[in-house]
């Protein structure tokens, strides 16, 4: 398997418009995290999926960020209005069912840096 | 809620000598996993060593090695022998039991000089 692919790996964009980040997970993982990497705040979990369905969304920081699993080979991220300070680096990683001492770890992708002027 | 506390946002080691860096983390859960990763420059995350809470053993992988204080709620990484390419960002992080949510620190930059 290629590991988790995401898309694109930088993202200039101006103030105000739409970005859409992309996460293709390991195939058979059946869990799947976004993450926001800022210097202030380390690795923020923002949302994470169980086969496709979102469990918990509490990290997603407004109403701006919106997050969707259509499948379970595809996921997206997407901020509209986008602004400044959501200039970060953006991280997917998936991650097996747990089965006991076995599949705990979670595998991440290279990152998506955004960058909103 | 679950949290990971990365109290030191820089250390720096000597290669060859030994360093160990903090975490800990505050659960009312009484199984979890606990994990330490690695980032380089490169941005890539590589899982250094897992430990699951149950277990008293204290995990090691090579160099690596933690030591796990279930009371105290604590877990620091030591890293013997450094060399050069330790250097790197490390996260402390925490998976639940009951949830599999995976919550990560705010990181430690290790500098190893020559």
């Known amino acids: 398997d290629a590991g988790v692919i995401q898309s694109p790996r930088h993202e200039v964009t101006e103030m105000g418009q739409e970005v859409t980040l992309r996460c293709k997970p390991i195939s058979g993982h059946d869990y799947l995290f976004w993450y926001r990497q800022t210097m202030m705040r380390g690795l923020e979990l923002l949302i994470y999926f169980n086969n496709n369905v979102p469990i918990d969304d509490s990290g997603m920081p407004e109403d701006r960020f919106s997050a969707k699993m259509p499948n379970a080979s595809f996921s997206t991220l997407k901020i509209q209005p986008s602004e400044p300070r959501d200039s970060a680096v953006y991280f997917c990683a998936s991650s097996f069912l747990r089965t006991g001492e076995e599949n705990t770890e979670a595998f991440f992708g290279q990152g998506t840096r955004l960058t909103v002027v | 809620a679950q949290t990971v506390t990365q109290s030191q946002p820089e250390m720096s080691v000597q290669e060859a000598e030994t360093v160990t860096l903090s975490c800990t983390y505050d659960t009312s859960e009484s199984d979890y996993y606990l994990f330490w990763y690695k980032q380089p420059p490169s941005r890539q995350m590589i899982l250094v060593i897992r430990?699951?809470?149950?277990?008293?053993q204290n995990a090691t992988e090579n160099r690596f090695s933690v030591n796990f204080q279930k009371a105290a709620k604590s877990f620091s990484l030591k890293i013997s022998d450094s060399q050069l390419g330790d250097a790197a960002m490390y996260f402390c992080?925490?998976?639940?039991?009951?949830?599999?949510?995976?919550?990560f620190g705010t990181g430690t930059r290790l500098q190893v000089f020559p």
């Open positions: 992080a925490f998976r639940s039991y009951n949830t599999d949510k995976l919550i």
């Open positions: 430990q699951e809470a149950y277990k008293q």
